[in-house]
């Protein structure tokens, strides 16, 4: 098995000042490349049993209907090479369509939902397929500078076999007229892998009259790889 390098340009800066936090957190020596072990046994290392019944659809985890733009996100784990990555554990967060999180340290005058909690999880199938329902969330104030706001995303977290085998990345919506100003997603130097990072709309995929369908491909490896760290 082969593993094409990713490009320079593909991953986000580590250091990178109009983010202005990764002066403080940003390492200050060149990253080490560590041999990750193999397993023994290839297979998946997440059992199906980990899922509860609404893990991939966050909209009924609550008593009642969340408010916002209903939508479902579907899209395929991927190698280098175009094959699937079965059984990959994804977990998805993201605020509510007010733009709040719902945790105890975002305190922004946007209101909580009662029914949106914006936590899931799931496992892609053998063709390395996910699909998840949830609201489209809504941009915030991040605090990184005047007028700073983030364009309305999706965090990813991709495991392999293990917990220590993670990956984290951000899914954000066609034509956010947020991009030009926004320095996390402007901290990743390649203009074409900032592109990999925004999921196309399809109608394919959507639901009747009931969401509008987003397909987001996740790959791995390469030079086509999606980009990670943010």
């Given at each position: 098995?082969?593993?094409?390098?990713?490009?320079?340009?593909?991953?986000p800066r580590l250091i990178y000042p109009p983010y202005k936090s990764t002066q403080a957190r940003g390492p200050s020596q060149a990253p080490l490349r560590l041999q990750a072990p193999v397993?023994?046994?290839?297979?998946?290392?997440?059992?199906?049993?980990?899922?509860?019944?609404?893990?991939?659809?966050?909209?009924?985890?609550?008593?009642?209907?969340?408010?916002?733009?209903?939508?479902?996100?579907?899209?395929?784990?991927?190698?280098?090479?175009?094959?699937?990555?079965?059984?990959?554990?994804?977990?998805?967060?993201?605020?509510?369509?007010?733009?709040?999180?719902?945790?105890?340290?975002?305190?922004?005058?946007?209101?909580?939902?009662?029914?949106?909690?914006?936590?899931?999880?799931?496992?892609?199938?053998?063709?390395?397929?996910?699909?998840?329902?949830?609201?489209?969330?809504?941009?915030?104030?991040?605090?990184?500078?005047?007028?700073?706001?983030?364009?309305?995303?999706?965090?990813?977290?991709?495991?392999?076999?293990?917990?220590?085998?993670?990956?984290?990345?951000?899914?954000?919506?066609?034509?956010?007229?947020?991009?030009?100003?926004?320095?996390?997603?402007?901290?990743?130097?390649?203009?074409?892998?900032?592109?990999?990072?925004?999921?196309?709309?399809?109608?394919?995929?959507?639901?009747?009259?009931?969401?509008?369908?987003?397909?987001?491909?996740?790959?791995?490896?390469?030079?086509?790889?999606?980009?990670?760290?943010?």
């Open positions: 098995m082969r593993f094409d390098p990713v490009p320079d340009g593909v991953y397993a023994a046994q290839p297979g998946p290392g997440f059992a199906r049993a980990l899922l509860r019944p609404f893990d991939a659809d966050l909209t009924r985890q609550g008593s009642a209907e969340p408010l916002g733009e209903k939508i479902v996100v579907t899209g395929r784990v991927l190698d280098e090479d175009g094959r699937p990555v079965r059984d990959s554990l994804i977990e998805v967060w993201q605020c509510n369509a007010a733009g709040r999180y719902w945790h105890k340290k975002d305190q922004h005058a946007a209101p909580l939902d009662p029914n949106f909690f914006g936590l899931g999880k799931l496992l892609t199938d053998a063709a390395g397929r996910y699909r998840f329902i949830t609201i489209k969330p809504g941009p915030y104030p991040w605090g990184n500078h005047d007028k700073a706001w983030r364009p309305a995303h999706i965090h990813f977290s991709l495991f392999g076999n293990v917990h220590a085998q993670r990956l984290v990345t951000q899914m954000y919506f066609p034509a956010d007229p947020l991009f030009d100003f926004d320095p996390i997603f402007q901290g990743i130097p390649d203009a074409a892998a900032r592109q990999r990072l925004v999921a196309r709309f399809s109608m394919d995929e959507t639901v009747g009259g009931e969401m509008l369908g987003y397909v987001f491909d996740i790959v791995l490896r390469g030079r086509a790889a999606t980009p990670f760290g943010l």
